[in-house]
């Protein structure tokens, strides 16, 4: 018997996590994060899953790091075989439910898809994903209809030195960068 409740998306739909698989016996999951820190999922007691019947809502009802991974509880949920039908299952929240950010500061879903430009106007691409390597994060920015080209560039997303300015009204961003590197 499903305990899954029928939910239409939420507005802006953001995926934060995965339920991967099964954990014990008593119904709780093994979850990935995509959070920073990776326990920040369970700031979010509501997750929407879309599933192959559509959306469902379900509420978070304990959580907590195991080894080095991180498993939940989900309320309803208190079975090993019935928790199997949501495992494999993206975890969303919506976006307006993030926190506040500073001004100059942008969650990476917010770069997703911006067109960079050089501070000369060349179009360079658009933000396909970013990248964290350990120094500074890396934007890979794809080749676009209009772009200079159609190559792949690895951009160091370092305000005030690569990153010139972000403007999200006008989903574009401005780098000092070489359109030949």
């Keep these: 018997m499903s305990t899954l409740k029928q939910a239409k998306a939420p507005e ?21 994060s995509h959070t920073e820190p990776m326990t920040g999922i369970f700031d ?4 929407w899953l879309k599933t192959p019947s559509g959306w469902k809502v379900v509420e978070l009802s304990q959580g907590r790091t195991q080894g080095r991974g991180l498993v939940a509880a989900i309320k309803g ?12 299952c993206d975890i969303y929240i ?22 960079v ?3 000369e106007g060349v179009l360079l691409g658009k933000v396909s994903q970013l990248m ?6 890396v934007l890979v920015v794809r ?14 997303y370092v305000p005030d ?5 972000i403007d999200l009204d006008k989903q574009e961003m401005v780098v000092d960068w070489d359109p030949d590197f």
Aim: charged share 30%; net charge negative.
């Design 143 to 156: 080749g676009c209809e209009g772009s200079y080209d159609r190559e792949e560039r690895l951009i160091p």
């Design 44 to 47: 979010y007691k509501h997750w």
């Design 77 to 88: 949920y208190n079975d090993r075989d019935l928790v199997k039908e949501i495992c494999g």
């Design 12 to 32: 802006q739909a953001l995926v934060v996590g995965r339920i991967t698989s099964v954990y014990g016996v008593k119904g709780w999951v093994k979850l990935y």
């Design 132 to 137: 964290e390597t350990g120094a500074n994060d």
């Design 161 to 165: 030195q690569f990153v010139l300015n």
């Design 117 to 119: 430009t050089t501070k």
């Design 94 to 115: 919506d976006a307006k439910d993030l926190p506040k950010l500073e001004d100059g500061e942008f969650y990476w879903s917010q770069l997703v898809g911006l067109k």
